[in-house]
């Protein structure tokens, strides 16, 4: 069982609610379909969301280079997300990051952006039908992101769908990053822990990304009754694959 970050100094907030804690935390550790990596990111893009800046943020640092994520691969996921959860709480995110002692930015160079492709591209062409200048922006943001390295196009995809459960843009939004994390080697089974893991941060947001993101949903097989939970599995493939196409 994975050792969690900060145990002491919730149990002196309040001992019950950290036996509570602990609990999600160890259910979240534990997923066996995400890496640790990408747990960690889980939970540092999380902070970002609410955003918990604080104890929480100090825990998910300590606990992301426990389980060797390296400073600048953290510096890089919140680069990585400032167009998504807003560039000004970054401000205060990289500040605190000082605070916590993490090493200085080990790249200095000026990013180049790289030109867009695939779903990425045909986004923002979809984007421009409906406002050129707001896909000129994105076309940008996006260009200067998703090629840089220390981390892979999958961890960025599962923190950018980590940002679409919290902030509920389970539409478009989600389905290019679900498409995004697929096509970097992303199975159901990564989705289902990624919203098992997410749970965590607010049930109700759980619940619904699992009805949009899962085949057919979290309680179809249930409302079917048992007749019809063969034939709803068989085709569950099938309706993953289209729901990601559209």
């Known amino acids: 069982m994975t050792q969690l970050a900060g145990a002491d100094a919730l149990t002196a907030l309040?001992?019950?609610?950290?036996?509570?804690?602990?609990?999600?935390?160890?259910?979240?550790?534990?997923?066996?379909h995400l890496t640790m990596r990408e747990k960690a990111f889980v939970c540092l893009t999380a902070d970002l969301c609410h955003p918990h800046l604080d104890v929480p943020l100090a825990m998910h640092v300590q606990m992301a280079l426990a389980n060797g994520v390296e400073p600048e691969s953290i510096r890089e996921l919140y680069r990585h997300l400032a167009p998504y959860v807003g560039y000004p709480i970054l401000v205060t995110a990289f500040q605190r990051l000082t605070e916590l002692?993490?090493?200085?930015?080990?790249?200095?160079?000026?990013?180049?952006?790289?030109?867009?492709?695939?779903?990425l591209l045909r986004t923002v062409h979809s984007l421009a039908?409906?406002?050129?200048?707001?896909?000129?922006?994105?076309?940008?943001?996006?260009?200067q992101r998703w090629a840089r390295p220390y981390l892979s196009i999958r961890e960025r995809a599962i923190a950018c769908l980590t940002v679409d459960v919290h902030y509920q843009t389970l539409g478009r939004s989600l389905r290019l990053h679900a498409e995004l994390a697929t096509s970097a080697g992303a199975t159901?089974?990564?989705?289902?822990?990624?919203?098992?893991?997410?749970?965590?941060?607010?049930l109700p947001r759980a619940w619904a990304a699992a009805e949009v993101l899962l085949p057919s949903g979290y309680g179809s097989a249930a409302d079917a009754g048992e007749e019809g939970v063969a034939d709803q599995r068989a085709g569950a493939e099938d309706e993953q694959e289209s729901r990601l196409a559209k």
């Open 188 to 202: 159901e089974n990564t989705f289902r822990d990624l919203i098992r893991g997410l749970a965590e941060f607010g």
């Open 14 to 32: 309040d001992p019950v609610f950290a036996k509570l804690a602990v609990g999600a935390g160890h259910n979240l550790w534990g997923l066996t």
């Open 129 to 143: 039908t409906v406002d050129d200048a707001l896909a000129a922006f994105t076309e940008d943001q996006l260009a």
């Open 101 to 119: 002692g993490l090493p200085a930015a080990e790249d200095t160079d000026a990013v180049e952006p790289v030109p867009l492709t695939g779903p």
